[in-house]
């Protein structure tokens, strides 16, 4: 059995002897993509040109199977020198936004990609398999998690250049690779399934959300137009009101960067795009003073909005606070409604500005440049349906039971997923840090 020693870095331990550890710079090539302008997305959309590569975007990066969407409809020519190209073999990794961290992949084509991606070629005395199962490893996430900085949440090129990676002599990195890839495939598929089964069931919600909200508990209520096209008919004596005239809108705190890290409760862009309703209590803090306390402030009704990414689907992601973060702020990323008193049951709330009605408001309306971006001014155009107080009550109690039994199952489902993930990550961890070898 060959010796150990301490690796100096606490999240990963001990290593064998002959093993090392090195920084990724030393070891590969990390660049980041391109963001494309309204003209190259006119020109690239549904680019059939053989002598093209896919522009792989963030959304294209699925989270659970760890693989790539290759047929999102954008092709950049591969004369264009201005698109950085990544190769067969290498591994994307979200730096920037809501994903940053946890979406990765290994690619099996060439591909360009959006500028919040960060492509690892392996180049010397490493294996791009190697690079691939580590950054999978609790070891890079950690690593990751302690850099998390800025506005919008992410780590800077600069840092992950930085980071730090154990490297096994090239033999044991096959060996290790091809074990791990025989033993996490197994738990790969189970996660895939499950995770089928929990996509069904979301679709369900997002049916008896929509019907629910814009219809009503009644069988067969009596119906009138809306008005608005992407919301059709109500019942007669809902209204329809623009945002505008149901309260106030406030975008969030501009801080640089040394801001970050100290201070007071801070709602990041992550804390609204992963959640509908948001955390009691956030990991972010900012040095922020008690009059931007007060602008900002975070209080129980109100509404967050993401204002701004590299794609309309991301755009006009919702999150209701349900209860104060007292002296919070919130991000300039994002904007807070502020409902009038009477106007809006927050409950009621919760699930009206999550149904994929909206969805329809915000892709067709979104302009689109190098980032999308939504605008006070665009969010106070959209109509919000208003049945009387009592009903949104009414409605959201119903919600609250049957998206709860949905959710009981879509959790035992989760649990189910979460077993199969935290086995394959120990699997990784033990293997990628050598705490248990693999025998020629």
């Known amino acids: 059995m060959s010796q150990i020693k301490d690796?100096?870095?606490?999240?990963?331990?001990?290593?064998?002897?002959?093993?090392?550890?090195?920084?990724?710079?030393?070891?590969?090539?990390?660049?980041?993509?391109?963001?494309?302008?309204?003209?190259?997305?006119?020109?690239?959309?549904?680019?059939?040109?053989?002598?093209?590569?896919?522009?792989?975007?963030?959304?294209?990066?699925?989270?659970?199977?760890?693989?790539?969407?290759?047929?999102?409809?954008?092709?950049?020519?591969?004369?264009?020198?201005?698109?950085?190209?990544?190769?067969p073999g290498d591994t994307i990794l979200c730096i920037e936004g809501g994903s940053a961290g946890k979406k990765m992949a290994q690619i099996n084509q060439k591909i360009c990609f959006v500028n919040k991606l960060c492509a690892m070629h392996a180049e010397k005395d490493i294996l791009d398999d190697w690079i691939n199962l580590y950054v999978q490893s609790d070891s890079f996430a950690k690593e990751f998690s302690l850099n998390m900085s800025g506005m919008i949440g992410g780590?800077?090129?600069?840092?992950?250049?930085?980071?730090?990676?154990?490297?096994?002599?090239?033999?044991?990195?096959?060996?290790?690779?091809?074990?791990?890839?025989?033993?996490?495939?197994?738990?790969?598929?189970?996660?895939?399934?499950?995770?089928?089964?929990?996509?069904?069931?979301?679709?369900?919600?997002?049916?008896?959300?929509?019907?629910?909200?814009?219809?009503?508990?009644?069988?067969?209520?009596?119906?009138?137009?809306?008005?608005?096209?992407?919301?059709?008919?109500?019942?007669?004596?809902?209204?329809?009101?623009?945002?505008?005239?149901?309260?106030?809108?406030?975008?969030?705190?501009?801080?640089?960067?040394?801001?970050?890290?100290?201070?007071?409760?801070?709602?990041?862009?992550?804390?609204?795009?992963?959640?509908?309703?948001l955390p009691t209590q956030v990991d972010g803090l900012v040095e922020s003073t008690s009059s931007e306390r007060k602008l900002f402030s975070v209080e129980k009704g109100d509404i967050f909005f993401t204002r701004t990414s590299e794609t309309a689907e991301e755009i006009g992601l919702v999150s209701t606070c349900f209860e104060s973060i007292e002296n919070a702020t919130f991000a300039g990323f994002l904007i807070r409604f502020r409902p009038a008193s009477n106007t809006l049951d927050r409950n009621f709330s919760k699930y009206y500005f999550i149904s994929d009605i909206l969805r329809k408001f915000f892709v067709k309306e979104m302009m689109v440049v190098t980032r999308a971006s939504l605008g006070q001014n665009l969010l106070k155009n959209l109509s919000v349906v208003l049945p009387p107080l009592e009903t949104q009550k009414e409605i959201a109690n119903y919600l609250d039971n049957t998206i709860g039994e949905i959710d009981k199952i879509i959790s035992t489902l989760e649990s189910a997923i979460l077993i199969s993930k935290d086995t394959k990550k120990s699997l990784i961890y033990e293997y990628v840090t050598g705490k248990k070898r693999v025998e020629a």
């Open 7 to 87: 690796s100096g870095i606490g999240w990963i331990g001990e290593i064998p002897e002959e093993w090392n550890i090195k920084k990724f710079k030393y070891i590969a090539k990390l660049y980041t993509g391109n963001s494309i302008s309204d003209e190259e997305k006119y020109l690239y959309e549904n680019n059939v040109n053989e002598r093209s590569y896919p522009y792989v975007s963030t959304k294209d990066v699925n989270l659970n199977t760890k693989t790539v969407n290759y047929d999102s409809g954008m092709r950049i020519d591969m004369n264009n020198r201005k698109f950085r190209i990544a190769n």
């Open 155 to 277: 780590v800077s090129l600069f840092d992950l250049k930085n980071f730090s990676i154990v490297v096994p002599p090239l033999n044991e990195q096959k060996l290790i690779s091809k074990f791990l890839k025989e033993k996490t495939s197994k738990l790969d598929e189970a996660i895939k399934s499950a995770k089928n089964e929990i996509d069904l069931l979301n679709q369900l919600k997002r049916n008896i959300i929509r019907k629910t909200v814009t219809k009503g508990l009644e069988q067969n209520p009596n119906l009138k137009y809306s008005g608005v096209d992407w919301i059709g008919k109500i019942p007669q004596n809902w209204a329809v009101k623009k945002l505008r005239y149901l309260g106030t809108l406030q975008n969030g705190i501009s801080k640089d960067g040394g801001s970050f890290g100290s201070g007071y409760p801070f709602v990041s862009y992550g804390d609204v795009y992963n959640n509908f309703v």
